[in-house]
C-alpha cells in the first residue's frame, strides 16, 4: 500500500457582532455531503470493506484524492488512500462513539443552522455565491479546500476533544473554497525552483490562510473559544506577533528581493517555519487582515481576493508604514 504523505505546506475579524452584515439568502448551492462520513461509520461499524469501495467511488473522496495528489505527495489509488485513512479499523473503531456524535452536530449545528455559510458569506462580495460543497470526512488532514469544494475531517483529534471547534474550522475551509473561486481555481504548484516562485506562494497562501484564519475570529470570540488553538492563542500575544511579524518579512523579503536565486535544502526550513511551528502565515496573515478591515473597511479587504496576494501584502505594509 501506499503511504500517504502530507506536506510541510499543504492548503492546508474582531466585530462587536459577528452578524452585523446581515446576509439573507432563500436559497443556496452550497451542498452539505455526509456520505463519506455515514459510510466511513457503516464500515467501522460492520468491518464490510464493500463499504471501502462504496467511499472510493464518491465526489468526496475525489475531493481529498485531488488534494492528496497535488499537495500530499501521494501516488497511490483511491481505494488506497480510504482504506490508508480508515485503517487500523480497530484503532479507529475506538473513534467511532464521539465521531457519530460530531456527524450528528454536523447535521444539527452546521448544516441545519446555515451558521457557517452565514458568517463566510462576510467575508466574500455581496453577490458571491457557492457552487460546490462541504464535505464530511474521516481521517484527511483537519480539513482542505480543492477547488470549489471543502471538506472537514470529523474524526479530527481537535474536533474529537471539542465538537464546537467544528464550526470555526468549517466556516475557515469554506472560505478557501471561496477564495479559490474568486481566484478563478487558480492554486500555486509546488513544483518550485526559484525564489520569485517561493515569494509567489508566501504571497498566496498568506492571503488564503489569513483570511481563512481571520473569518471565524469574532464568533470565537463571542463563544470564548480564543484559546482552545494555538494560532489564536498567538494572535492575542502582541509582543509575541510583533516577534512573528519581524521573522514573517525576513522571511518573505529573502525571497522577494532575489527573483532568480535557486532554493537550496536551507531555504526549505525557512519556508516550513511559515506553516508549521510558529504558523506565520496564519498568524501574521490574520493581523495583516485584521488591519485592512479595521483601517479600510471590509470591502476593501474582500476586494483584494480576486487581486494578485502580493497586494494583500503590500496594501498592510502601507498601512504599517504610514503609522
Do not use: C
Not at 520569485?196 to 473559544?225: C, D, F, S, W
Request: proline residues 3%; aromatic residues 12%.
Amino acid at each position: 500500500m501506499k503511504k500517504l504523505f502530507f506536506t510541510a505546506i499543504s492548503v492546508l475579524i474582531i466585530q462587536t457582532n459577528v452578524f452585523s452584515h446581515e446576509i439573507v439568502k432563500e436559497q443556496t448551492s452550497l451542498t452539505y455531503d455526509f456520505s463519506f462520513a455515514e459510510l466511513a461509520v457503516k464500515y467501522l461499524e460492520t468491518g464490510n470493506p464493500e463499504y471501502l469501495h462504496e467511499i472510493s467511488k464518491l465526489d468526496a473522496t475525489t475531493h481529498i484524492f485531488n488534494h492528496a495528489l497535488n499537495f500530499g505527495g501521494y501516488d497511490g489509488s483511491k481505494l488506497e488512500l480510504i482504506t490508508d485513512l480508515l485503517s487500523p479499523i480497530d484503532k479507529q473503531r475506538e473513534k467511532l462513539p464521539q465521531f457519530k456524535k460530531n456527524l450528528n452536530f454536523a447535521k444539527e449545528n452546521l448544516e441545519k443552522t446555515g451558521v457557517v455559510e452565514k458568517i463566510t458569506l462576510q467575508f466574500l462580495p455581496k453577490d458571491f455565491t457557492f457552487s460546490g460543497s462541504l464535505f464530511f470526512t474521516f481521517g484527511y488532514d483537519i480539513g482542505v479546500a480543492y477547488g470549489k469544494n471543502s471538506s472537514l475531517n470529523l474524526a479530527h483529534p481537535i474536533f474529537l476533544d471539542n465538537m464546537n471547534e467544528m464550526k470555526y474550522w468549517a466556516i475557515h475551509e469554506l472560505h478557501h473554497a471561496g477564495f479559490i473561486m474568486l481566484k478563478d481555481g487558480y492554486m500555486p504548484s509546488l513544483g518550485i525552483t526559484t525564489y520569485k516562485e517561493v515569494a509567489h506562494i508566501i504571497e498566496y497562501l498568506t492571503h488564503l490562510e489569513g483570511m481563512g484564519t481571520y473569518a471565524p475570529l469574532g464568533i470565537r470570540e463571542q463563544e470564548n473559544a480564543m484559546n482552545n488553538h494555538e494560532d489564536y492563542i498567538s494572535i492575542q500575544n502582541l509582543e509575541l506577533m510583533k516577534e512573528f511579524e519581524k521573522e514573517y518579512f525576513d522571511i518573505y523579503f529573502h525571497f522577494k528581493n532575489n527573483p532568480d536565486n535557486l532554493i537550496t535544502g536551507g531555504d526549505w526550513g525557512k519556508i516550513g517555519t511559515l506553516s508549521a511551528g510558529k504558523r506565520l502565515w496564519y498568524t501574521v496573515g490574520t493581523h495583516m487582515a485584521k488591519t485592512i478591515d479595521k483601517k479600510l473597511g471590509r470591502d476593501k479587504l474582500i476586494s483584494l481576493i480576486s487581486e494578485p496576494s502580493e497586494n494583500f501584502i503590500a496594501t498592510y505594509l502601507e498601512l504599517k508604514n504610514s503609522e
